[in-house]
């Protein structure tokens, strides 16, 4: 009986962990994690430090690469919103192709108002093509 109840109780845990699951929750959480300590809170930047990723036209117009980005990192020098900068930007190689799909997600869709996010299978397609 009490191991009945134990694994009851860890199903309920397990669920109620799953039952928010949500790309935009776990791409959020993701953010936070791996990218608020530079890009900040809200995706807004540091002024000329880190850009920003919120409401930016480079990720608007470099969506089909921000897979890669997050993969591999960048280096160089890149405009946004008619700001330049200069510097690098770390790979992320720990994170699995689900994780980068759902942070596109949320950097697309909440953070710049993108109706359009991609599929896993267009993230592994992207994630292949820019292998280092």
Do not use: W
Request: charged content about 20%; some cysteine; glycine content about 8%.
């Amino acid at each position: 009986m009490k191991s009945i109840l134990s694994v009851s109780i860890l199903s309920a845990a397990l669920l109620m962990n799953g039952c928010d699951y949500k790309p935009r929750n776990q791409g959020k959480a993701l953010f936070e994690k791996e990218c608020q300590s530079c890009h900040m809170e809200k995706g807004q930047g540091l002024g000329k430090l880190f850009p920003p990723v919120a409401n930016a036209d480079y990720v608007v117009n470099n969506k089909t690469q921000l897979a890669c980005l997050i993969r591999n990192g960048i280096e160089g020098q890149l405009t946004v919103n008619g700001q330049e900068y200069t510097g690098e930007m770390e790979g992320n190689l720990q994170l699995t192709e689900i994780e980068i799909s759902n942070l596109v997600h949320y950097i697309l869709v909440d953070l710049n108002n993108q109706k359009d996010a991609y599929q896993i299978s267009e993230i592994k397609a992207q994630l292949e093509l820019c292998k280092k």
